[in-house]
């Protein structure tokens, strides 16, 4: 496979999480069998991305924004994803977002 194809997944793969984070999120209340659910499919997906990069010799872009109810990232790079633009429709700021470098 390509390198586009492996990409192409990985991205669908990370909408599909995400549409799942934000559907468990509007449950009243989520299910803690459900939160755990989509704790494990995240670890799912970032080791699978981490494969795919070590695979594929692809450097990791640094994450500069996080959804801190989902955990949906951003490298500040490409389009922003639809977790940050609703909360930027919604007024928050882009700074709410913003990861501390860790040192």
Excluded: H
């Excluded at 070590?54 to 949906?72: F, N």
């Amino acid at each position: 496979m390509t390198r586009i194809s492996w990409n192409t997944k990985l991205s669908r793969l990370r909408f599909k999480l995400l549409d799942v984070c934000v559907a468990v999120e509007f449950l009243d209340p989520p299910s803690m069998e459900q939160l755990t659910d989509v704790q494990t499919a995240q670890a799912m997906l970032k080791k699978y991305e981490q494969y795919l990069r070590r695979e594929l010799g692809v450097k990791a872009s640094t994450v500069k924004y996080r959804c801190p109810k989902t955990g949906g990232e951003w490298s500040g790079r490409g389009f922003k994803p639809l977790w940050l633009r609703e909360a930027l429709a919604a007024g928050v700021p882009l700074q709410y977002f913003a990861v501390t470098p860790s040192a």
